[in-house]
């Protein structure tokens, strides 16, 4: 169903949809007529749910500075939880993960051969060697915020030092590559040709995804990928990059005893960093970090 010109645009501005996103429709349903993939209004944000996804963006933002300070040899995952638990509810706020799913726990602590989705333990106290992911997801006001972190935990090995900054260089890479009009696939390719170029490997089961409205939305977001392929990107997109590299294989196994918990096969460390990313008209803006 087609709108008239005079009608209010789609994306709920208010505006007449000739003067919103008529032309940027258009210009969508040519690039679909040549065969490229185009996203779904689903996939746009408007203004107003920029400006809350921005708001919870900040505060998850906060979160992860505050739980850095704590992130340290001697303290337990589950303290770490608790301190990220506490401050997010006296900020107004949710910790998305708790519940989610059947998730136990506020935040994912993530160490060494976890990929990701590790669940924090008041048994499991940092140690000289450790490197650790701690992924932040916060609701404030309905809107999601999605960020993790790397840290190494005293006296790390120089090739899991090497492996953290190289995870942190690829997403950085992938982020460097969105703007309007470029393509989901640019991001994977920039990801995984820098983790290949550097001996490791991209998780290929887990990938990032959109996120603002709801923790996690379409578009499932690859980090291999071809350039040029999969969905065009547009401004107001929102979505997570988070890639998984691998010292070793990309392969992965979920816990069955607790159905969270993704460990490498290999048993080789891995390192992941996430951002929530927003296309914006001139190239990207980066909610949390
Ligand atoms: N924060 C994770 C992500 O980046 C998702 C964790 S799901 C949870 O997508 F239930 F484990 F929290
Ligand atoms: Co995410
Ligand atoms: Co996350």
Same mark, same amino acid.
């Given at each position: 169903m087609k709108l008239g010109r005079?009608?209010?645009?789609w994306c709920k501005s208010g505006k007449k949809y000739k003067a919103c996103h008529l032309a940027f429709d258009e210009r969508l349903e040519g690039l679909a007529s040549e065969g490229k993939l185009i996203p779904t209004h689903e996939m746009i944000k408007n203004q107003e749910q920029i400006a809350g996804i921005r708001e919870a963006s900040k505060l998850n933002t906060e979160i992860l500075d505050m739980v850095s300070e704590h +992130?340290?040899?001697?303290?337990?995952t589950g303290e770490l939880n608790s301190l990220v638990h506490e401050y997010t509810l006296a900020h107004? &706020? +949710?910790? &998305?993960?708790?519940?989610?799913?059947?998730?136990?726990?506020?935040i994912c602590t993530s160490i060494d !051969? +976890?990929?990701?989705?590790g669940i924090p333990d008041s048994k499991r106290i940092l140690k000289s060697g450790d490197i650790i992911n701690i992924d932040v997801t916060t609701i404030l006001n309905g809107y999601y915020g999605d960020a993790s972190r790397m840290y190494c935990i005293g006296e790390v090995t120089a090739e899991k030092r090497r492996l953290v900054q190289v995870a942190k260089e690829c997403l950085d890479l992938g982020l460097a +590559?969105?703007?309007?009009?470029?393509?989901?696939g640019d991001i994977g390719y920039a990801i995984n040709s820098h983790a290949k170029k550097n001996g490791y490997s991209i998780v290929e089961d887990i990938g990032g995804h959109g996120v603002g409205l709801e923790f996690h939305e379409d578009p499932w977001v690859s980090h291999i990928g071809q350039p040029g392929t999969d969905i065009v990107l547009v401004p107001g997109m929102i979505f997570t990059i988070e890639p998984m590299v691998n010292m070793g294989d990309a392969e992965v196994w979920i816990d069955?005893? !607790?159905?969270?918990t993704v460990y490498t096969e290999d048993g080789e460390p891995s390192a992941q960093w996430e951002y929530t990313v927003l296309v914006t008209e001139q190239g990207a803006e980066v909610l949390t970090r």
């Open positions: 005079n009608e209010p645009c +992130v340290k040899e001697g303290i337990s107004g &706020a +949710v910790p &998305a993960p708790l519940g989610y799913e059947n998730f136990p726990k506020s !051969d +976890v990929v990701c989705h +590559v969105v703007k309007p009009w470029g393509y989901l069955e005893e !607790d159905g969270w």
